[in-house]
């Protein structure tokens, strides 16, 4: 499960029905045989140390791929690819490779130079003649390109001073208000004004540089210089050139560079005019209110009310800095590593109905040693991740086991898949959605297990329950089923469980005992309306498929290294299975494919929780390159009204230019309700231009 993701969630409580009573149809189902020794067995070698934290690109994640791909050909699951060698199973024929860029590295060309303005630069209050020295600064100690920077060569640049570099319309917050960057290049500190290291301030997302450089981008900056935080520049986050899960949605656009105190403060010491003290810029940064209110709205054409902003006192370091200016040169390179989904397909049994598919998922990838997506306090342990997801993939291995072993009792094919690039923002079930092993249009539901180790007190979440008409009956089922097969299989036989006064023993058709659960043994569950969450699944609803998703919730030991095998809630587990199992056989047993429903959208409506704007817009996170591709607009959405459609690509919102996903929310983030923008999007290769209202967000 991803970790920046967690939203706060619509909960809607299955009410707690009568305990139920013995059902001639669930009475007949089988009682499950998952094993609670497999499923250990399975997460104890994927959590193990020898995997080394399965982060995707890495040997780790390699080995946990072909330890699946053998558990699939062990079953008699076939690949999505044909093997080569009939009879023989090939393990890359279960393997969905996928593009992954696992590192980044300086490349030859990087170079800065410090080349300060000797003419004055239109400073009429000139009271000292700065030192002409210009200043080469080294890439790696005075300096650092990011990894999402643009590769770009920029000759004597002028910086415009920008505070924080902040442009926060809803906060009434905007750094760029009174000062003019176009054509320049735009230096900011890092952090935002209510503090460091608080993603949750009111600053939220503004704090991401992501969206910092959209905003210098979109003010007509040609690049951005990000004044380092920490005193010492090694010790610097920024300092460290690495990948962060942003990379995968494409450089910023310009130039996005960090440099150490020191070199700022050497080049304003050398030619500030007059003289401005390195202290009292930053205090400038911190302690400026936001701007006036009157330069926060921005016209339905964007951007040129800016213009009329009163002078900020941050406005008033404008001449001083005139003198300041820097030539850049860029130059990251991106490094692939392998990465693949595991895909076993299991044929269905009926004629016409095999050609429907029920996709099982979870994913394998987990965090490594740490860094992005890590709680750790260190770096550098074995992150485990037995419940997120070696407990997922135990399962659903589990499910290809017992439904292999039962074949020819599954009418349509089961998909199961190991996803990987989860956490680095669900790359790999983005691609499969993308790259179907078979048609997303015959696949009817999409079943995703991801955190299922913790169960406490019986309490599973699932989620997705709105996405079709028939989940909530099916749930009901299985959970009733749950009451009357369930025995305490792994523990203690059901005649002990009795003595403690948890089941009633009943003798069944058969002659065999069934233990009946108690209330107690029904799962207490937390069903969810919306289709989109922090995992795999949300890639399939994005494509308009019934999804559900099943969690034990979150923990302690979420993200750390302490997310280790011995804390996995085995028998819980294996109940769980055994609960989408029978959910699995309601969806395959009905005639009639799961009706797919659109969700209420609620606060976990995608990623755009927390915008006072809804425009409907479904869009595809993973695949940006030029634009912001849309995956699907709701129904009678503003964006539906508009005239926008799946597939469509946004290349300018409401006067700005669209690349990536944070150009796209950064716009977002600056519309009003009820107020006429200009959305202009790429169709076909052809470029199409329409009028977009956006709605108040409830
Ligand atoms: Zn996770």
Redesign the pocket.
């Known amino acids: 499960?991803?970790?920046k993701l967690f939203q706060p969630l619509l909960v809607v409580m299955l009410a707690a029905s009568a305990f139920a009573q013995q059902s001639g149809a669930a009475g007949q189902r089988k009682s499950s045989d998952v094993s609670v020794e497999r499923l250990r067995e399975h997460v104890v070698y994927l959590a193990s140390d020898k995997l080394d934290g399965r982060r995707t690109g890495t040997a780790g994640a390699t080995e946990a791929a072909e330890y699946i791909a053998k558990e699939f050909a062990r079953y008699g699951l076939r690949g999505s690819l044909s093997a080569s060698a009939r009879g023989k199973v090939q393990m890359n024929e279960y393997m969905q490779s996928f593009p992954y860029i696992s590192g980044v590295e300086l490349g030859k060309g990087n170079a800065m130079t410090f080349t300060p303005r000797t003419d004055g630069g239109g400073t009429a209050t000139a009271a000292r003649t700065p030192a002409a020295v210009s200043l080469d600064l080294r890439a790696g100690e005075d300096w650092m390109p990011l990894a999402w920077s643009a590769n770009a060569r920029l000759e004597s640049t002028p910086v415009t001073y920008v505070g924080y570099g902040i442009t926060a319309a809803e906060l009434k917050h905007d750094d760029y208000a009174g000062v003019d960057v176009k054509g320049r290049i735009a230096l900011a500190f890092a952090g935002t004004p209510d503090g460091d290291n608080n993603p949750h301030g009111s600053f939220g997302r503004f704090a991401d540089l992501r969206f910092k450089a959209a905003a210098a981008r979109d003010h007509g900056a040609r690049a951005l210089i990000i004044i380092a935080r920490e005193e010492n520049f090694k010790d610097d986050r920024l300092a460290r050139l690495r990948v962060d899960e942003s990379i995968a949605s494409g450089d910023a656009g310009i130039p996005v560079v960090v440099i150490s105190r020191q070199a700022a403060r050497r080049a304003l010491e050398a030619a500030a005019t007059p003289l401005v003290r390195f202290e009292e810029l930053e205090k400038a940064s911190a302690a400026t209110p936001p701007s006036s209110p009157g330069a926060q709205t921005p016209g339905a054409g964007g951007g040129a009310a800016h213009e009329a902003a009163a002078t900020t006192p941050r406005a008033n370091f404008s001449a001083p800095l005139n003198n300041i200016a820097f030539a850049v040169n860029t130059e990251i390179v991106r490094r692939e590593a392998p990465a693949a989904n595991v895909v076993g397909i299991l044929e269905g049994s009926d004629p016409k109905l095999k050609g429907e598919v029920i996709v099982i998922g979870a994913h394998y990838d987990h965090l490594g040693r740490g860094g992005q997506g890590s709680l750790a306090s260190r770096e550098g342990e074995i992150h485990h991740g037995a419940d997120?997801n070696a407990s997922g993939v135990a399962g659903l291995l589990e499910l290809a086991r017992t439904f292999a072993k039962d074949r020819k009792s599954v009418r349509r094919t089961l998909v199961l898949i190991a996803f990987s690039g989860e956490?680095e923002g669900l790359l790999g079930s983005s691609y499969y959605v993308r790259n179907p092993a078979l048609p997303l249009a015959q696949t009817v539901a999409m079943i995703n297990l991801d955190m299922i180790g913790r169960m406490k007190e019986n309490k599973l979440m699932v989620g997705g329950v709105g996405t079709s008409t028939e989940w909530k009956k099916w749930i009901e089922h299985a959970n009733d089923s749950l009451s009357l097969n369930v025995t305490a299989r792994g523990t203690t036989s059901p005649e002990e469980e009795m003595e403690r006064g948890k089941y009633t023993l009943v003798t069944g058709a058969n002659g065999g005992s069934i233990a009946t659960a108690g209330r107690g043994e029904r799962l207490a569950l937390t069903l969810t309306e919306d289709g989109f969450g922090p995992s795999d699944h949300a890639s399939f609803y994005a494509k308009q498929t019934p999804v559900l998703f099943f969690w034990t919730g979150t923990h302690e030991d979420y993200?750390k290294p302490t997310d280790t095998a011995d804390r996995i809630n085995y028998e819980g587990e294996q109940k769980i299975i055994s609960f989408v199992a029978d959910i699995v056989r309601s969806v395959d047993a009905s005639d009639a494919r799961p009706t797919y429903m659109l969700a209420k959208s609620d606060a976990a409506a995608g990623r755009s929780g927390g915008f006072r704007v809804y425009l409907g817009t479904i869009p595809n996170y993973a695949e940006t390159s030029d634009g912001l591709k849309l995956d699907a607009v709701r129904e009678d959405s503003p964006a539906a009204k508009a005239g926008l459609k799946a597939n469509d690509v946004i290349v300018r919102l409401a006067g700005r230019d669209v690349r990536n996903v944070y150009d796209y929310t950064y716009a977002l983030g600056e519309m009003k309700a009820g107020v006429e923008y200009d959305v202009e999007v790429v169709r076909a290769g052809e470029r199409l231009k329409f009028k977009l209202t956006p709605a108040a967000r409830k």
């Open positions: 499960m991803r970790h997120d956490e993200h």
